[in-house]
């Protein structure tokens, strides 16, 4: 079946040190592509989309994901992580010919000890 | 400008009662779409309307829940009846154009357990 999927389901990291989240998925076709982050007992806000153009898209809060093609994967990155950025992170697809819906991955928790 | 605004925040309610959840979505945005999170299943789309006509409602679990939207800046989703198993946070959401490409912007969600 097409999806999507985060290969971390708990990350945890000390703070300053760097990061990268994995997302692929099995769509074919163009797709559009998104990050989106979930503090604790909040909603999801959108950190970084891809449409098209260059591949490696800069979000909000110092987010950065590639969309590599060939790999199917649009993973998250960010250098240098803080407290604050402990939080849940969604990969979500656009799949082509399928409206505006978004499909969602299982998400990644991602813990940042002080 | 006011975001996509959801009540009730939390309900509370006992097996086999009726519950209603309401989304007003961002004024001028014409697609609106209702997610739902449980830890076990994640975030799992329900149903999306465009220009107040249900598009998808593949996601929508069976004949107890039911979606509509009779006007552009309102929306329900029913439960009828409720059970224990539907305990999960309801999301409405909304974006401009039905097409892809468009960014969807969340709700801050319904809190929904049923006992």
């Known amino acids: 079946a097409q999806s999507v999927s985060q290969h971390n389901h708990h990350v945890i990291l000390s703070e300053a040190a760097s990061l990268e989240l994995g997302c692929n998925y099995s769509y074919g076709g163009t797709v559009n592509l998104f990050w989106y982050v979930q503090y604790p007992g909040q909603h999801l806000q959108l950190l970084l989309k891809y449409f098209s153009g260059d591949p490696l898209v800069k979000g909000i809060k110092g987010f950065e994901a590639e969309f590599i093609k060939s790999k199917f994967s649009f993973n998250l990155r960010k250098p240098s992580v803080q407290w604050s950025d402990t939080a849940e992170y969604f990969c979500a697809v656009n799949p082509p010919n399928q409206g505006g819906k978004l499909i969602f991955g299982q998400g990644t928790e991602l813990s940042v000890k002080p | 400008d006011a975001g996509v605004i959801q009540s009730p925040r939390h309900e509370v309610t006992e097996m086999g009662q009726e519950v209603t959840l309401r989304c007003k979505p961002i004024s001028g945005h014409n697609s609106l779409f209702w997610y739902r999170q449980t830890m076990m299943r994640g975030l799992e789309l329900l149903i999306y309307?465009?220009?107040?006509?249900?598009?998808?409602d593949s996601g929508m679990p069976e004949d107890r829940f039911s979606a509509k939207m009779p006007n552009a800046s309102f929306s329900t989703l029913k439960i009828q009846p409720s059970e224990p198993r539907d305990s999960a946070v309801y999301f409405c959401?909304?974006?401009?154009?039905?097409?892809?490409?468009?960014?969807?912007?969340f709700g801050e969600g319904s809190w929904l357990t049923v006992v």
């Open positions: 959401a909304s974006s401009l154009g039905g097409v892809s490409g468009n960014t969807i912007y």
């Open positions: 309307f465009n220009n107040n006509v249900p598009i998808d």
